[in-house]
């Protein structure tokens, strides 16, 4: 799908978000958090605080599970925090491959309303048109 000019989106780390970037055509970090928008890179490894202050009208966070342990927030992107995340619309990006070497994905923003309110079945984004339901805990 294109990208919306009016979207600022914030990429998480990793290598399936680096290809990501590489489509977004931005020369991101590859195990830190951008922000993009209109195809331009607004903040490059950023914090929290350059990140919140990047945010539009509309936001989206695409992730991927970090590790094997299937985490999507928590661990090794904690500067997309639960400010961020709750001014964002959240689309959870990995291979097959990836999501079959794992049992669920996990969340751990270090708030625990927002932590429940993530838990469940998520899509998740396993190709230009494939989706594949799993449970996040």
Do not use: C, H
């Not at 399936?16 to 195809?39: C, Q, Y």
């Not at 950023?46 to 927030?73: C, D, H, K, M």
């Amino acid at each position: 799908e294109e990208a919306d000019p009016e979207t600022t989106y914030v990429l998480g780390p990793g290598g399936t978000m680096a290809a990501i970037k590489e489509a977004f055509g931005i020369d991101g970090s590859p195990l830190g958090v951008d922000v993009v928008r209109n195809g331009e890179l607004i903040v490059k490894d950023g914090g929290e605080t350059e990140i919140l202050e990047a945010l539009g009208e509309r936001n989206e966070i695409l992730v991927s599970p970090i590790g094997g342990q299937g985490f999507i927030f928590g661990r090794g992107n904690d500067q997309i925090s639960p400010e961020i995340i709750r001014q964002s619309s959240v689309t959870v990006v990995a291979s097959a491959d990836k999501l079959d070497a794992t049992d669920a994905l996990r969340v751990d923003t270090g708030d625990e309303a927002l932590d429940e309110e993530l838990r469940g079945w998520e899509k998740v984004q396993i190709g230009r048109v494939d989706r594949r339901l799993v449970m996040v805990v």
